[in-house]
């Protein structure tokens, strides 16, 4: 995993703001937001260290004059067991569709309280395997 830049703010305006200031003064990728209670939001974004510390002193910057701004941290080389543990969006971004699998099931409605004869139905249902890949950035 690149650098890791965490910023805390309070509300989603807040939040939003230092996105967009974090994302256009540097080269860097927005991972993930986690609502926290009290409306506390953190704003997790990676990159290259030097990008990572512009961007998230940028976003300190704009979320001050809002005066919604209550933490952030940069962490230069996080461990890798470290994305486990951040990510919400690990699985959606590592889990891939490998093959689908289509097969008949034939199922029976029971209709006595319709009073309806039995009608044999087959649906389709798909099953679908996913496999962890590490991402290699």
């Known amino acids: 995993m690149r650098a890791l830049g965490m910023i805390e703010t309070k509300g989603l305006v807040g939040a939003i703001l230092a996105a967009d200031v974090a994302s256009k003064t540097a080269n860097v990728e927005i991972l993930n937001k986690h609502f926290i209670?009290?409306?506390?939001?953190?704003l997790e974004i990676?990159?290259?260290?030097?990008?990572?510390n512009v961007a998230i002193e940028a976003a300190v910057a704009a979320t001050e004059k809002l005066n919604?701004?209550?933490?952030?941290n940069v962490i230069a080389r996080p461990s890798d067991s470290i994305e486990n543990l951040i990510s919400d969006n690990f699985?959606?971004?590592?889990?891939k569709i490998t093959k689908k699998i289509e097969k008949p099931i034939e199922k029976e409605i029971k209709t006595d309280e319709v009073k309806i004869e039995p009608k044999e139905i087959k649906t389709k249902e798909t099953i679908?395997?996913?496999?962890?890949?590490?991402?290699?950035?």
């Not at 209670?37 to 953190?42: D, P």
């Not at 990676?46 to 990572?52: E, F, L, N």
């Open 37 to 42: 209670s009290a409306g506390i939001v953190t």
């Open 46 to 52: 990676t990159g290259d260290i030097g990008a990572v």
């Open 68 to 72: 919604v701004f209550m933490s952030s």
């Open 91 to 95: 699985k959606k971004n590592h889990l």
């Open 128 to 137: 679908v395997e996913k496999k962890i890949i590490k991402n290699k950035k």
